[in-house]
T-cell receptor
């Protein structure tokens, strides 16, 4: 069954430093992978997706993610972190069942960017 | 263009009470779904709908009921609230070309005492 794992509950990084939020996946067939961000007291916002094509996917707010098939990973990255990037980040994978595209989410990783 | 609107934003219920969480979207999306968010567990799918009159169960459907009489609305009913249903509930919608991602509402924080 399709699933994703986010091994870190929290990631701490200093402002201006690069950041990485990790995600590994387990799927049968070609994976459809997503990253969402949740700011405090808000709903989830779509950041980026990998369906096919280039392994480096660029998304909103300067984020990018690298799809690595051999390592079954889809890590979220940003070259220079901002304090405003502090939020809860979710990795998700598509599960097609009953003709409906369900999103299966990881447990989430809290990113804290310190001034 | 409001996107996905959820009401209420906060609710406190007593054990055994029933209530309906409202969700409405104005984007003419075919697909709608309900998730619950619990600490350390991410988001889990409760129920979903692929169009008016068509609903199905997700991962954690017990204790919840849904119906979809119109494209715009997808209410979630708690039949007899239990403390285990204390959670944050999100409604989401998407088009048939779903890979553009789901649009989420801002959530309903429910506490059952």
């Amino acid at each position: 069954a399709q699933s994703v794992a986010q091994p870190e509950d929290q990631v701490n990084v200093a402002e201006g430093n690069p950041l990485t939020v990790k995600c590994t996946y387990s799927v049968s067939g070609n994976p459809y992978l997503f990253w969402y961000v949740q700011y405090p007291n808000r709903g989830l916002q779509f950041l980026l997706k990998y369906i096919t094509g280039d392994n480096l996917v660029k998304g909103s707010y300067g984020f990018e993610a690298e799809f690595n098939k051999s390592q079954t990973s889809f890590h979220l990255k940003k070259p220079s972190a901002l304090v405003s990037d502090s939020a809860l980040y979710f990795c998700a994978v598509r599960r097609l069942a009953g003709g409906y595209n369900k999103l299966i989410f990881g447990a989430g990783t809290r990113l804290a960017v310190h001034p | 263009n409001a996107g996905v609107t959820q009401t209420p934003k906060f609710q406190v219920l007593k054990t055994g009470q029933s209530m309906t969480l409202q969700c409405a979207q104005d984007m003419n999306h075919e697909y709608m779904s309900w998730y619950r968010q619990d600490p350390g567990m991410g988001l889990r799918l409760i129920h979903y709908s692929v169009g008016a009159g068509i609903t199905d169960q997700g991962e954690v459907p017990n204790g919840y009921n849904v119906s979809r009489s119109t494209t715009e609305d997808f209410p979630l009913r708690l039949l007899s609230a239990a403390p285990s249903q204390t959670s944050v509930y999100f409604c989401a919608s998407s088009t048939g070309t779903w890979w553009y991602g789901y649009t989420f509402g801002s959530g309903t924080r429910l506490t059952v005492v």
